[in-house]
């Protein structure tokens, strides 16, 4: 398994990177292939494999393959050595579709991890119904708080409104990168 915090900030990492590339703060850089990247290569393997029903995973893959596009045309541009105002200005807007694919990249990990999370309480609390226990509460203290506090206070509907803001940004991105274009 992917460590999908690490992957998160890799993706913010790069995007500095990029910035970095761009205003030519750097000497060089290189991305290895969407394939080969850590992320490619959990997503190809292990994430296709074992996460397939979750709908985000193909969503992940769409967007980092868009990622790779946009990052190495930035690259590209950077590492040439003829430059001027029209290579300028496609570099700039590749940076602002990496830009904005990370943060989808981001979203998707993010959403991935919380369904993975679900699945993982789902299947601890069917296990519990199905042993006909009401479970161990030193082993699962979170069981016997949600039946003091409720369902609709649990850490996922905490995780689900933190997505739901970060997915408001993301839109309110792509709707202020519309309107600029």
């Not at 990029?18 to 394939?35: C, V």
């Not at 985000?56 to 050595?81: P, R, T, Y």
Request: hydrophobic letters at 40%; aromatic letters at 8%; charged letters at 25%.
């Amino acid at each position: 398994m992917i460590d999908i915090t690490i992957a998160r900030i890799t993706h913010v990492e790069w995007v500095h990177q990029l910035e970095r590339l761009l205003h030519k703060d750097t000497t060089s850089a290189s991305l290895p292939s969407y394939h080969d990247c850590e992320l490619g290569v959990w997503l190809y393997g292990e994430g296709l494999q074992n996460y397939k029903e979750i709908p985000e995973i193909g969503l992940l893959v769409q967007s980092h393959k868009l990622f790779h596009v946009a990052a190495d045309s930035v690259i590209e541009w950077h590492n040439g050595s003829k430059y001027n105002s029209q290579k300028m200005a496609q570099a700039e807007i590749d940076f602002h579709d990496a830009l904005a694919t990370s943060k989808e990249i981001v979203y998707h990990l993010t959403m991935l991890e919380f369904k993975i999370l679900q699945k993982y309480q789902e299947a601890q609390e069917a296990e519990e119904a199905a042993s006909g226990s009401l479970g161990n509460a030193t082993s699962h203290p979170w069981q016997p708080l949600k039946s003091v506090i409720g369902e609709r206070n649990s850490r996922l509907d905490v995780a689900r409104v933190s997505l739901d803001l970060l997915k408001r940004d993301i839109i309110k991105s792509y709707v202020r990168d519309s309107s600029q274009v």
